[in-house]
């Protein structure tokens, strides 16, 4: 079933209208028709079933049928991705939505073999925002996740402080153990922050200025590629919390 999110002012109990890019997508790209059923959610925690019941030129009228559970994590999780190379950050952010993560923060660390200008990373960012609203429909997500601008990592430290539990995998940190007891420490509610490093990994000052602000922790014994190591923190979060 296909998924759409639409703003709040959009509902009028018991009916949605769908406006803009996605009627197109639902007349001439997906073809469909009046009593097709479709999923949408309002960005705000509530989600419906819903059917069809006219199609426009400029929207399409749908009627809610039921309310249907939401899909979220019952944490908030920031990734804060050190940028690598190529298009590995569309294949981050993508399977990041799709794992739970709520936004996600791009950051040019010292080891970033990747230097953006204003210009080219704002470019960039649209992109990456609508990769994020993509896989937010494909995994039925009950929002779709911010991709913030690209910061540095004292922004990104900053943006961090006021969060719950701020995760620094470090792949010469050694032992699950530590590991499990931050993440059994986490409550329903809390929001997280996880810090990855790009492809040559964290600076050592970078790994200094975190000692005794943020949990540092192991993600295994491997050494994980950049593009793998937040997937796999995230989805030891959605193990660990999900019931």
Same mark, same amino acid.
């Given at each position: ?113 990747? /230097? ?7 470019? /960039?960012?649209?992109?990456?925002? %609508?990769?994020?609203?993509?896989? %937010? /429909? ?38 699950? %153990? ?66």
């Amino acid at each position: 079933m296909f998924q759409f999110f639409v703003e709040p002012e959009q509902i009028t109990m018991p009916e949605i209208e769908i406006t803009g890019s996605d009627v197109n997508h639902i007349k001439n790209v997906l073809r469909m028709k009046a009593g097709a059923k479709v999923r949408v959610s309002d960005q705000q925690g509530q989600d419906f079933l819903c059917e069809i019941t006219g199609l426009g030129e400029s929207s399409i009228s749908l009627k809610i049928l039921e309310k249907c559970q939401g899909t979220e994590p019952p944490i908030k999780i920031t990734l804060f991705q050190g940028l690598p190379k190529g298009d590995k950050m569309e294949q981050v952010i993508q399977k990041g939505v799709e794992l739970g993560a709520s936004e996600i923060v791009p950051v040019a660390m010292r080891n970033c073999v990747v /230097k953006l200008d204003a210009k080219r990373a704002e470019h /960039k960012r649209a992109r990456w925002q %609508a990769i994020a609203e993509s896989a %937010a /429909k494909q995994s039925k997500r009950s929002l779709v996740p911010a991709v913030r601008p690209v910061c540095t990592f004292e922004e990104a430290a900053a943006y961090a402080k006021p969060m719950d539990v701020r995760l620094f995998p470090y792949e010469q940190e050694r032992g699950m %153990a530590h590991t499990r007891e931050v993440l059994k420490k986490i409550h329903k509610g809390d929001s997280v922050g996880i810090f990855i490093g790009p492809e040559g990994g964290f600076s050592s000052e970078e790994v200094e200025a975190v000692q005794g602000e943020m949990e540092i922790i192991s993600l295994g014994n491997r050494i994980l590629r950049t593009e793998t190591a937040g997937l796999a923190a995230l989805a030891m979060l959605v193990y660990e919390m999900e019931d």
